[in-house]
């Protein structure tokens, strides 16, 4: 049966509109490639004891390849049984690519899995038209509420205009956008196209600039209409390591209002954007990005090593230092001692 926005209990529609911290959960691997049950669960009790308020399974972060290996599900469900323990329940968001089949066959998986949301990328889409990626958008939002993906071109993602924004955010059962092309013309091509279509209200808007988190928090996108838009929360990559501290980093932005922004929040931006060319391995195109959230987790006890399901994924030279480096000048953005206190009741 077609689940639709409006089935949400309010608390979690209120929430995703209100904003909050949405890891794009990693995928956890043994030495032989094959999945770690406990570790892969303890990562999303980390996460949503860290505060985080969703969990995005299924994305770029967990790999698209698992589905080549038969993972797509076992690691949707490892997710969901984990939320299960919690007496807050957490959106559950899961990644669908693919052409049109594909995506509406790992639609009707999350959903029998009790997600609430798809996040739909388009990369498959390549040389298609604008009515094609709409026509496909509107396939799987008959099946599950929709959270729009606007995925970097250098990781795969196709430029989409704002005619293309305005177009997916008049689909009745789109509830949401990421906004990721790390690009500051293209992210107003999103909002722009959310104002057009009059979504504002329904469409809740999140960034996924793993290079402009804090700037994105804090704008007030005043392009024409009634009242500015705001990026009211994130589903990042960047998220998914140092978590407690992203909760804290989100609850001060969310909590200024339309007040005056304190300095040293706003030099934050620079801080947090630097501790991400670290992660996502940027002086070598994003080659080690997976691995570099991996490394993190790794020095903290949370995984077990830094294997990706493709062994030519690895650190590049240099990114371990330029980890320690960041970990180093910017202690205050780390969690170091929130996972230590908890690890061994997550490994359980």
């Not at 509406?104 to 094609?132: C, I, N, P």
């Not at 996502?280 to 959230?293: R, Y």
Request: charged share 20%; aromatic share 8%; with cysteine.
């Amino acid at each position: 049966m077609r689940l639709r926005w409006q089935d949400w209990p309010q608390e979690l529609l209120g929430r995703l509109r209100a904003g909050c911290v949405i890891p794009a959960h990693p995928l956890a691997l043994r030495a032989d490639r094959s999945l770690d049950v406990r570790r892969q669960k303890a990562l999303a009790r980390y996460y949503l004891d860290a505060g985080s308020g969703g969990l995005a399974v299924g994305v770029h972060t967990t790999q698209f390849a698992i589905r080549e290996v038969g993972l797509y599900e076992p690691v949707l469900r490892i997710a969901a049984e984990a939320a299960s323990e919690q007496p807050r329940k957490p959106i559950l968001v899961a990644g669908a690519i693919g052409r049109t089949a594909q995506a509406v066959k790992e639609a009707q998986v999350a959903r029998g899995l009790g997600y609430h949301a798809v996040l739909l990328s388009l990369a498959a889409w390549k040389g298609a038209s604008e009515d094609e990626l709409i026509a496909h958008c509107r396939a799987v939002a008959a099946e599950m509420p929709l959270m729009g993906f606007y995925l970097q071109p250098a990781v795969g993602g196709l430029p989409l205009p704002a005619t293309f924004w305005r177009r997916f955010a008049q689909i009745e059962n789109a509830v949401a956008i990421k906004i990721a092309p790390f690009n500051r013309y293209a992210t107003l091509d999103v909002l722009r196209g959310v104002l057009e279509a009059d979504a504002a209200e329904r469409i809740a808007l999140y960034t996924g600039n793993d290079d402009h988190i804090v700037a994105d928090l804090l704008t007030p996108f005043d392009l024409g209409g009634a009242r500015p838009l705001r990026i009211v929360g994130g589903l990042l990559g960047h998220w998914s390591v140092w978590t407690r501290a992203a909760v804290e980093l989100h609850r001060r932005c969310r909590a200024l209002g339309d007040g005056p922004i304190p300095p040293d929040l706003l030099a934050l931006d620079a801080q947090v954007t630097e501790m991400n060319a670290a992660v996502f391995d940027v002086a070598n195109a994003f080659h080690g990005v997976i691995a570099g959230c991996h490394e993190v987790l790794r020095r903290q006890g949370l995984l077990e090593g830094i294997w990706c399901l493709d062994p030519k994924e690895g650190l590049s030279p240099g990114q371990a230092e330029l980890l320690s480096a960041v970990s180093a000048r910017y202690p205050h953005l780390t969690d170091d001692a929130f996972v230590r206190d908890n690890l061994h009741r997550w490994l359980s």
